[in-house]
């Protein structure tokens, strides 16, 4: 799944926007981020840009990753999402 894909499912499936994504500490996308930065994140696949930004190559015994989300609603509120496990093998 693409970056530009994952957005696109929360937006649709749970009709939430999401304004920043992490993995551990590295920050994979946020809504204030430079434009040029974020057009070529966003045909990434997941596991990509979390291995560029962690620098980091994911090892083959990885099965899943685990995202921190903020996230805003149809009214543009904050909503409080768990944690998700992007499951990758």
């Given amino acids: 799944m693409t970056l ?3 957005l696109a499912y929360f937006k649709k499936e749970h009709r939430l926007e999401i304004t920043m994504l992490s ?8 809504f204030f981020m430079p434009a040029a930065k974020l057009r070529e994140r966003h ?12 620098k980091k190559k994911l090892g083959r015994h990885v099965r899943a990753l685990v995202f921190e989300l903020c996230c805003n609603d149809d009214t543009d509120n904050d ?8 499951t990758i093998r």
């Fill in 23 to 30: 993995q551990g500490v590295s920050m994979l996308y946020s």
């Fill in 79 to 86: 909503v409080e999402v768990p944690y998700v496990r992007y």
């Fill in 43 to 54: 045909d990434q696949p997941m596991t990509e840009i979390v291995a560029r930004v962690s």
């Fill in 4 to 6: 530009r894909q994952f």
